[in-house]
């Protein structure tokens, strides 16, 4: 039914339908997905998170444009993107509109972009996403953009998927930007403040540059703060963010930098385009690239096992007891605790 | 666990100023529990043909005001039998005169639905085309 010899090929109607049956978790995207999984764990994933309207969908069209035309050595890598858009809770639909501002990729065959519905996931990307990047790592595209929804706080299971986050902010959300707090930032690998031709940007950096602190305790962020500021021209240098803790750790640890960019007009991309690639190096340096890899494999099992524990409970409890047990808990006979130790030792 | 979703693109290709139709319809699909996607104002037909592909679409809704749509619309069609997406079922909005109506549904399009059309109307066949064409599951 899936043509895996086509998606290994490069067919991309191939591709475009096989990603459409893992969307929608069909047995044929499941066994296709068994067969291209070899091929897998060769592409660089990034991820791009951040409040709605932070402008993360022109930033990856703009990263896009610069991954396909940069190099001197040998064809430009192809580019995916996974874009995902919020589906409505009420009806199950959704108005995917991230292309509107990546739509000058579509001359360019390198680029292959695919928006999403989280259809139910809260975390900020869609159950499928991570399936979805697999097909694109097998079918070969070397860099994959994953756009997340706007997100605020919780949504950070990109941080799980992507080897490297990259958080967006913008000016103008003042005193908001203590609603990210600590667990967006936390997943930052690189911060950035977009659309900074627009009045507060000093502000939102320092704010930025203030919430980091907290998100990394311990004298080492204050003591290294000169430095990380005095490497904003980025050199070549690989570890210009890193430095050595002899307290934790001998291998080096890295430090986010905070950016600015405009992504309408393509300022600060190739500092961006930078700090991600030395990112990169970072963690192929210091082998975190290997336990990201382990915790993120041992998440994407655990999913798999939740699923297929409960699916198998729920074929084999009859119907009947299980919508009694809810009337009891209705009734308040028995606590959802009581009635799950009963309803799980059967 | 299975559940299909029937994904539309909704496009304005040509130079039209402004596309207030086309969003409504737009939110009409999403609120009948589809998957639109949206690409904005000016497309050509490349970027249309292109955009289905990679989204793997079930139905391209193109919406017309400036009335090129003789050019544009048989230019949609032969891209995307061109990349094989023959059974994606195309449906246009904005100003069709009635005398191109039968031309182009000749041609292949699937639906016209002019400024007034309730919503359920369109709803309801698009989602029997596609529902009724491919098999669920």
Redesign the interface.
């Known amino acids: 039914m899936i043509d895996v010899p086509a998606v290994l090929a490069g067919d991309r109607l191939a591709l475009a339908r096989l990603l459409s049956e893992i969307e929608n978790d069909s047995v044929a995207g499941r066994q296709a997905l068994n067969l291209l999984f070899p091929h897998t764990g060769r592409a660089h994933l990034i991820g791009i998170t951040g409040p709605p309207g932070t402008g993360k969908s022109s930033l990856v069209n703009q990263l896009a444009r610069h991954f396909r035309q940069d190099q001197g050595n040998g064809l430009p890598p192809r580019v995916a993107v996974a874009a995902v858009d919020p589906s409505s809770p009420f009806t199950g639909g959704a108005v995917l509109g991230d292309r509107i501002r990546m739509m000058d990729r579509s001359a360019d065959p390198g680029v292959f972009i695919r928006s999403m519905a989280t259809r139910g996931s809260l975390g900020g990307l869609a159950r499928a996403t991570a399936g979805v990047v697999q097909a694109f790592d097998a079918a070969g595209y070397a860099i994959i953009l994953i756009e997340t929804v706007g997100a605020g706080q919780a949504e950070v299971d990109i941080a799980r998927l992507a080897h490297t986050t990259v958080v967006v902010e913008a000016p103008g959300l003042g005193d908001d930007i203590q609603a990210i707090k600590a667990g967006i930032l936390e997943a930052a690998d690189i911060l950035v403040v977009n659309k900074a031709d627009r009045p507060g940007v000093d502000n939102t950096e320092r704010a930025l540059r203030g919430m980091l602190k907290l998100a990394h305790p311990g004298p080492r962020v204050f003591r290294h703060h000169g430095r990380l500021e005095s490497s904003k021209s980025l050199s070549s240098e690989s570890d210009a963010n890193m430095r050595t803790d002899k307290q934790t750790s001998p291998a080096a640890v890295w430090i986010p930098p905070v950016l600015r960019t405009v992504a309408t007009d393509g300022q600060g991309i190739v500092e961006l385009a930078a700090a991600i690639a030395r990112h990169r190096a970072h963690l192929q340096q210091s082998g975190e690239l290997a336990q990201r890899e382990r915790a993120r494999l041992r998440n994407e099992l655990d999913l798999r096992i939740q699923e297929r524990l409960v699916h198998r409970w729920r074929t084999e409890v009859a119907n009947g007891r299980y919508e009694s047990m809810i009337d009891s808990i209705m009734k308040r006979e028995l606590s959802p605790e009581q009635a799950a130790a009963r309803l799980v030792k059967d | 666990?299975?559940?299909?979703?029937i994904?539309v693109l909704v496009a304005k290709p040509g130079l039209d100023g402004h596309d207030r139709g086309a969003k409504v319809v737009?939110?009409a699909?999403?609120?009948?529990?589809?998957?639109?996607?949206?690409?904005?104002l000016r497309?050509t037909p490349?970027?249309i043909a292109?955009?289905a592909?990679?989204?793997?679409v079930d139905a391209v809704g193109l919406s017309i005001l400036s009335g090129a749509h003789m050019a544009l619309v048989p230019r949609v069609l032969e891209l995307l039998r061109l990349?094989?997406?023959t059974e994606v079922k195309v449906f246009l909005g904005g100003i069709i005169p009635d005398e191109d109506i039968t031309r182009l549904k000749t041609m292949g399009v699937f639906g016209i639905y002019g400024p007034g059309t309730p919503s359920e109307a369109y709803i309801k066949e698009i989602r029997q085309a596609i529902l009724g064409v491919q098999p669920a599951?």
């Open positions: 666990m299975e559940e299909r979703k994904r737009a939110r699909l999403r609120d009948a529990g589809m998957e639109v996607i949206y690409t904005g497309q490349e970027m292109e955009a592909l990679q989204e793997d990349n094989g997406q599951g």
